[in-house]
């Protein structure tokens, strides 16, 4: 089964500033896609960026960016330029690549509260 | 276009009773798929359903049951709810089968006493 690892349960960061979040995940599966979720105080879940696992090119979403290598299976969420509204609960998610059965199953690590200074 | 929609909002039951909450996809999405999300903890799988049929289910009790309808909304029941129950619960769609990312609702939040 797979296993999503956010070891970082909270972050801060100064307004205006980058910050990087790190996900790590478990998986014997050669194809599967990466996700960081964003959820507000609102509780709405909001998708902040995917990957691909057979794009080498790191995705990139305005002021989000991933490194994503695929060796170590580590995923990290790059913001910059920080701004307030950033604050929230951020989810790194897998989803399997395999077609049929469940494969829009999603298995999200505990999350990491990200906190912006003003 | 209206994004993913649950209700009701928010809910308290007992235990031993049962709960219906519903979800309405994205229009011309066709799956749903649910999830438990227990406070501090991420959302956990619990259905994923794609025209009208159960196309996976994670480690839940059969207490938990769920249908899509026709016009591809969804509900989900659980039976003899237990206060471990109490989590928010969310939806989620996708247009079809294939790698697209799904969209979330806004949540059911369960309270059992």
């Known amino acids: 089964a797979q296993t999503v690892t956010q070891s970082q349960p909270e972050m801060s960061v100064q307004e205006a500033e980058t910050v990087t979040l790190s996900c790590t995940y478990d998986t014997s599966e050669s194809d599967y896609y990466l996700f960081w979720y964003k959820q507000p105080p609102s509780r709405q879940m909001i998708l902040v960026i995917r990957q691909e696992a057979y794009k080498q090119q790191n995705a990139t979403e305005n002021r989000f960016s991933v490194n994503f290598q695929k060796a170590a299976k580590s995923f990290s969420l790059k913001i910059s330029d920080s701004q307030l509204g950033d604050a929230a609960m951020y989810f790194c998610a897998y989803r399997s690549g395999n077609s049929g059965g469940s494969n829009y199953k999603l298995t999200f690590g505990k999350g990491t509260l990200l906190t912006v200074n003003p | 276009d209206a994004g993913v929609t649950q209700s009701p909002t928010h809910l308290i039951k007992t235990r031993g009773q049962h709960v219906t909450l519903r979800c309405s996809p994205i229009?011309?999405?066709?799956?749903v798929s649910w999830y438990q999300q227990v406070l501090g903890q991420g959302p956990q799988f619990i259905f994923q359903y794609y025209e009208k049929e159960e196309r996976g289910r994670g480690n839940f009790p059969d207490r938990f049951s769920a249908r899509q309808f026709p016009n591809y909304s969804s509900e989900l029941n659980v039976n003899a709810l237990l206060l471990g129950d109490s989590a928010l619960y969310l939806c989620?769609?996708?247009?079809?089968?294939?790698?697209?990312?799904?969209?979330f609702g806004p949540g059911t939040r369960l309270l059992v006493l």
């Open positions: 229009s011309g999405h066709k799956s």
């Open positions: 989620a769609s996708i247009r079809g089968r294939g790698p697209g990312p799904q969209y």
